[in-house]
């Protein structure tokens, strides 16, 4: 199975904070990694696809690069309602693993 | 619009079976895969398996392998999750999902499920 390793596990930041996460993958997976958004009592969100396509309607202040192995998630300025868990998903073989996660609070 | 609805929350013991519906609308069911993933509490996303629900094909995770079953209902645009010898370990929220080739796009709402004696 391919291992999905995300870092940090849990990042304090502020408001309007630049911030970044990174995922990185146990072998070559391409570009078949997405970027999820869970917040506590919802479904997660896609925000990411295919390593860096924003989806409709997910702010701009997202954006998602990397190709291979190394992978990134940005946060250009932190909003309140971006404090959530972060997930990154490879879909290039099954089975299709996530990472830990990334918890966001806030400072 | 399209949406999936998952069946409600369950309580069962240990050694039973669990079932969990997920119903799709507004879409092409047999279009796109249909993914299930769970998250134990304080734990986080984990993969469960996927269907094609267009040919009825499968993929599991290994670590639920022979204990997993996705199947589908064309008939009725729905999906199925069987579970069988449940342990605490299962006990989590499940989530469908749809596969619209770039990723998981649409999600139901959950299903808490509890497994305790």
């Known amino acids: 199975d391919i291992q999905m390793t995300q870092s940090p596990s849990s990042l304090s930041a502020s408001v309007r904070d630049r911030v970044t996460i990174t995922c990185r993958a146990s072998q070559s997976i391409s570009t078949y990694l997405n970027w999820y958004q869970h917040q506590p009592g919802k479904a997660p969100k896609l925000l990411i696809s295919?390593?860096?396509s924003l989806q409709s309607g997910v702010p701009s202040r997202f954006s998602g690069s990397g190709s291979g192995t190394d992978f990134t998630l940005t946060i250009s300025s932190l909003q309140p309602e971006d404090f959530a868990t972060y997930y990154c998903h490879q879909t290039y073989i099954t089975p299709f693993t996530f990472g830990q996660g990334t918890r966001l609070e806030i400072k | 619009q399209v949406q999936l609805v998952q069946s409600g929350a369950e309580v069962k013991k240990p050694g039973a079976s669990l079932k969990v519906s997920c119903k799709a609308s507004g879409y092409t069911f047999t279009g796109y895969y249909i993914h299930w993933v769970r998250q134990a509490p304080g734990q986080g996303l984990e993969w469960m398996g996927r269907i094609n629900p267009n040919s009825g094909d499968t993929n599991y995770a290994q670590k639920i392998q022979g204990r997993v079953t996705m199947t589908r209902d064309t008939s009725i645009s729905t999906a199925y999750m069987d579970l069988n010898m449940l342990t605490s370990d299962d006990t989590a929220v499940y989530y469908c999902?749809?596969?619209?080739?770039?990723?998981?796009?649409?999600w139901g709402q959950g299903t808490t499920v509890t497994v305790s004696s």
């Open positions: 295919t390593a860096s």
């Open positions: 999902a749809r596969d619209f080739s770039y990723g998981l796009d649409v």
